[in-house]
């Protein structure tokens, strides 16, 4: 039971077993819940969805890993922290803000590219944390970047 619990949050519900680039798949059906999250309650929600986010993930992709291989390609959950971290900067800005969806899309791209590309220390991480952080830390940082220039966009342009 456990393992099926974690294996089911692992990969967001099956998310992960997309069969072309399962981690882009998982980082585009996190949006909505990201976007409810930001339109109701801002940064302390994201602050929220991200810990507990990280919680479960850390748990999760513990017990994945006893089975398989380090970071296997099937669990998105660390995508789901990590897209969601893009957005720390334009929480608040996104709460009760129907006008600008284009933030989230800017978001997303962002931490895709920076999820794949994995420029120092993203890439760093992925290659020499072997365990469960390190599945999630390297999305984390990724986010982060996304989350800096997301923000540089927002204030430039709005």
Not at 23 to 48: D, Q
Not at 129 to 135: Q, S
């Amino acid at each position: 039971m456990k393992q099926k619990a974690a294996l089911l949050a692992a990969t967001l519900f099956g998310t992960g077993y997309f069969p072309k680039a399962p981690g882009t798949a998982g980082s585009f059906i996190s949006i909505p819940f990201i976007f409810l999250v930001c339109f109701y309650f801002g940064l302390k929600g994201l602050l929220v969805l991200i810990i507990c986010g990280y919680i479960v993930a850390l748990i999760s992709i513990h017990e994945v890993l006893k089975r398989t291989k380090h970071d296997p390609g099937f669990v998105v959950i660390d995508e789901f922290v990590g897209q969601s971290v893009s957005f720390l900067f334009v929480a608040n800005y996104l709460k009760n803000n129907i006008d600008n969806l284009w933030i989230y899309l800017a978001g997303f791209l962002f931490f895709r590219l920076f999820d794949v590309k994995k420029p120092f220390p993203v890439g760093y991480i992925d290659k020499n944390i072997l365990n469960a952080n390190g599945v999630i830390l390297d999305d984390v940082v990724a986010g982060f970047y996304s989350a800096i220039i997301t923000g540089l966009i927002v204030i430039i342009f709005l």
